[in-house]
């Protein structure tokens, strides 16, 4: 009788315990002055309003309630940011407030000043052109069978080999089996283990809006990551075992030395403010994200960009005809060639606006409780989220927001309207601002501009025939997984110029 009176009441103590938790988050609320924002459902709260495209849904949201706009997902209190203004003091004014989940100090720094400075790159200009050249040789063999270019994953392995070949002076995936199934399992390679950590990193995740049962890790999500993560490094820590052997032999024999790459300058890395250099775990992490920020995000882009140049052919024809002006007979694209290629650029551009490869950059904790615009307090504890997609398609800073038009981006670099993607206008942010700016973003501009620039100049492009009632044969429906990513991948047809 017992038992049955425990399972007739449980229920009944369980709904009555959420209704008050329910009700104290909403008086809590109201006293801690947050912005405004949709009610909240009882535990869920808007959880169930953001979908599988949750930038889009919290576009919409703000319309309602304002760039500036709390949600309560799940238990956590998540402040969005969707204007230009309301970035600015997210990622500007109140930076420290919001410096939770931020790298550790020395890693950016490292980046930026050792890793991607101008001169390290300019030193690796060969590699990237080799890569470049294998990444044409392939195409070409694909347009003499004929068969179509699957743009993503050939601009996925060569901006792997791009970066592997910067980082460590080898290729990690060969191209020309890019398409080959046979053999090995794709999982056993780097490229095939770090294409699936991309893709569970990008899952939703109960744990991320429900702390509470982070440890019970529900969803069996985080122990998948771990292990992806295990392999990966066990990958990457063959590269540096060998490179470790390689220096000791160099240091005992006599003759020339080699010229370093990425993972010379850290091992030789050596922190100003302790001396120190990088333990094996640190190391092995940056690189990892290095690995993971670097390859998809660049893919993301190279498709995004010729989807929309094949949809848009006078943006193509212009971008060609620029192309036969700058590079004349020469060959090859050269990467002192991109700057002068303003079209190119603001194509680039362009895209960042329309789909911006992390579209709600990464969230980021208040330290502390904050006042920001509006005298609306932002409580310690509560996620900060810039949505990065909403300010691109914000029409009244953008005229016609969703159409196609690089020319917008056609003016003087000293023109006051230039508008810029490195961090100092808050009107295009595909890759942050401030302290928490990809430190990456040099190395990748370099990567996208030279695939793109080559890719346009030595081959034209067309859509494959389209299938039954399709009009175009192609689908601009977005994924969003760790970047914004076509949901049916992009295939087309090169021809040879």
């Known amino acids: 009788m017992d038992m049955e009176l425990l399972l007739l009441y449980a229920p009944c103590c369980l709904v009555l315990v959420f209704s008050s938790l329910y009700l104290l988050g909403l008086y809590a609320d109201s006293r801690r002055n947050l912005p405004p924002g949709p009610r909240a459902l009882p535990l869920v709260g808007s959880l169930f309003s953001l979908g599988t495209l949750p930038h889009r849904s919290m576009a919409r949201l703000a319309e309602c309630h304002g760039p500036v706009m709390a949600l309560r997902l799940g238990t956590v ?23 939770g989940r931020s790298l550790p100090g020395r890693h950016p720094r490292v980046c930026s000043g050792e890793l991607f400075a101008p001169h390290r790159l300019d030193t690796h200009q060969s590699l990237r052109r080799d890569k470049v050249r ?4 392939h195409v070409a063999r694909l347009a003499r069978d004929g068969a179509p270019v699957a743009v993503a994953r050939l601009a996925f392995v060569t901006a792997l080999n791009l970066l592997s070949s910067t980082i460590f002076s080898t290729d990690l995936a060969d191209i020309d089996i890019i398409d080959d199934d046979s053999g090995s399992s794709p999982s056993s390679s780097f490229k095939g283990v770090l294409a699936e950590l991309n893709a569970t990193v ?22 998948r990551i771990e292990s992806l993560f295990q392999r990966l490094h066990a990958m990457m820590d063959k590269q540096i075992e060998r490179r470790l052997q390689d220096r000791v032999a160099a240091a005992a024999a006599a003759g020339p030395k080699k010229e370093k790459d990425f993972l010379d300058v850290l091992l030789d890395y050596r922190g100003a403010e302790d001396g120190r250099g990088f333990d094996r775990q640190t190391l092995l992490s ?11 995000t ?4 190279v498709e995004w960009v010729m989807a929309e140049l094949l949809l848009n052919p006078s943006s193509m024809a212009k971008a060609r005809a620029e192309l036969a002006q700058v590079i004349g007979s020469k060959p090859e694209v050269e990467e002192s060639d991109i700057a002068q ?19 709600l950059l990464l969230p980021h904790q208040a330290e502390t409780t904050t006042q920001i615009r509006g005298g609306y307090a932002v409580p310690k504890g509560a996620r900060g989220v810039v949505n990065v997609w909403a300010i691109g398609h914000d029409g009244k800073v953008w005229p016609e927001p ?8 056609l003016v003087a670099e000293d023109d006051e309207k230039a508008v810029d993607f490195r961090g100092r206008d808050f ?3 595909p890759f942050g601002s401030g302290r928490r700016m990809c430190p990456g973003m040099p190395l990748a501009l370099r990567m996208v501009h030279l695939m793109l620039a080559s890719l346009l100049h030595r081959f034209e492009w067309s859509l494959l025939p389209p299938a039954d009632d399709d009009k175009n044969g192609l689908d601009m429906t977005e994924r969003l997984g760790l970047n914004l990513s076509m949901a049916t991948p992009l295939q087309a047809m090169a021809t040879p110029v």
């Open 77 to 99: 209190t998540t402040i969005v940011a969707s204007s230009a203004d309301a970035a600015r003091d997210v990622l500007q004014r109140h930076d420290a407030a919001f410096s």
């Open 341 to 359: 290629l303003k079209y190119l650029q603001a194509i680039v551009k362009e895209t960042f606006r329309i789909h911006p490869p992390a579209p």
């Open 286 to 296: 940056l690189l990892s994200d290095l690995f993971s920020a670097g390859t998809d």
């Open 298 to 301: 660049s893919a993301a882009t």
């Open 402 to 409: 969703d159409k196609f038009m690089p020319e917008r981006f």
């Open 202 to 223: 990008g899952l939703p995740n109960v744990s991320d809006f429900f702390p509470e049962v982070a440890r019970l890790d529900p969803q069996g999500l985080r122990r």
């Open 134 to 137: 294998r990444l044409v040789s």
């Open 427 to 429: 009107e295009l942010l």
